[in-house]
């Protein structure tokens, strides 16, 4: 396991390194709340999506936290799991799949659980598996939902017709079978999950089939500035009355696949202020590093100055202040204002919260940067101190 120093806060952490590189800040006990809240609140198992954020450290400490169940989407993602984790239970949950990259996923890591949408890809799969012991996951497109950042039907996902006619393939082939969708990420509506569990109902019931198991898949929301999430328990309340609704039997078995509301809160990111121009700082991370999501999904992320060796009382004056990232690109630019002390200036660093999903794992080496140091911490994340909500939710 990666081993990383242990720190009381992110200014601890500016004090013992003054970094220049931008630190992830990472407290295991918040990954540990958030398993929790999922393992004792959600009605059937957790799947963490390991592509949210594949870090050891973060799979660690969800793997502590107890969970033993994992949605990967690869060969490597589920290596790193299977090989770390012999106890672990994976579930190959991307819909379209290499021939070789089955086969191996099959007869070398034991993977019984596939996910396909499309006839031609089941028939691959029913080819490099033989079948056998194999459940296969009809993934099924759901309408899109009002206030959802990414709508993932638009690339995966059967029609009702398509999805009945694949559940009688693969129950004929002498597999079994279950259904699952994704609502899209950063769903904000738990209603979404009831309409997608209404939606099975029917399909199931066209198909004719008896499903071992239903998959809500993730979504769940983080919380992020200025966006209203409504609290995980209205999200599980709402799935619990969807099963309810189309009388699901009590021995199938119901899985989610959260990733961002299990390890958003899990990280802040230490950046370093190396210019400032009147109101635009430039700092060492950026839309092509840890901030993408800054751009592709229009988040803002709540921040706080850390400065050090400054003996005069912090200014109560605020500015709004754009940050720039750390490439040549003109591009790199995150959008939005960050709200920060008046007189910030070179030399200080920010702490951005909540940058714990979509964040390392799709950070790219542009122009030469690239984030990549880990540390713990151990104090309460930033966002949390301020609002007590969510911490009671
Ligand atoms: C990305 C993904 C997830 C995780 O989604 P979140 O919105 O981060 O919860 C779950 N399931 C599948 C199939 C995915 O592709």
Not at 61 to 66: F, P, T, V
Not at 156 to 167: I, R, S, V, Y
Not at 258 to 281: E, F, H, I, N, T
Request: hydrophobic content about 40%; proline content about 7%.
């Amino acid at each position: 396991m990666a081993l990383a120093r242990s720190f009381a806060d992110a200014r601890a952490v500016a004090e013992a390194l003054r970094p220049g590189y931008p630190v992830y800040c990472l407290r295991p006990h918040v990954l540990a709340r958030q398993a929790k809240r999922f393992l004792t609140q959600f009605p059937g198992e957790v799947l963490y999506a390991v592509k949210c954020n594949p870090h050891p450290l973060v799979v660690d400490a969800l793997y502590k936290a107890g969970i033993r169940h994992f949605d990967t989407a690869s060969l490597p993602e589920i290596a790193q799991i299977a090989e770390t984790y012999p106890d672990a239970r994976l579930y190959f949950m991307h819909p379209v799949k290499g021939r070789a990259v089955i086969k191996n996923a099959y007869r070398v890591y034991g993977v019984r659980h596939y996910v396909v949408d499309h006839e031609a890809e089941l028939e691959k799969v029913l080819a490099e598996t033989g079948g056998r012991e194999v459940t296969i996951m009809v993934r099924i497109n759901t309408p899109p939902s009002e206030g959802t950042l990414y709508h993932l039907s638009a690339k995966f996902g059967a029609d009702p017709e398509q999805a009945a006619a694949l559940l009688k393939r693969a129950d004929q082939a002498g597999c079994k079978v279950g259904i699952a969708f994704h609502v899209g990420s950063q769903c904000l509506r738990p209603e979404a999950y009831g309409v997608a569990l209404d939606l099975c109902g029917e399909i199931l019931a066209a198909a004719g089939v008896q499903p071992v198991a239903i998959d809500v898949g993730g979504g769940f929301p983080a919380r992020y500035v200025e966006m209203d999430s409504p609290p995980l328990s209205e999200f599980f309340q709402a799935i619990r009355d969807g099963l309810k609704a189309i009388s699901v039997p009590p021995t199938v078995e119901i899985y989610c696949e959260p990733g961002r509301a299990l390890v958003a809160a899990g990280c802040s990111l230490l950046v370093q202020v190396q210019l400032r121009k009147d109101r635009q700082l430039y700092v060492n991370d950026g839309i092509y590093g840890s901030l993408s999501e800054t751009v592709d999904a229009g988040i803002r992320l709540p921040a706080r100055r850390i400065r050090l060796g400054d003996d005069e009382p912090e200014t109560e004056d605020t500015l709004d202040f754009t940050l720039n990232g750390p490439t040549c690109d003109s591009l790199d630019v995150v959008p939005g204002v960050f709200e920060l002390p008046a007189d910030t200036r070179e030399g200080d660093w920010i702490e951005i919260d909540q940058v714990g999903a979509y964040s390392n794992a799709l950070a790219t080496h542009f122009n030469g940067f690239f984030p990549e140091t880990f540390v713990l911490v151990q104090d309460p994340s930033p966002a949390f101190q301020e609002g007590a909500r969510e911490a009671a939710a």
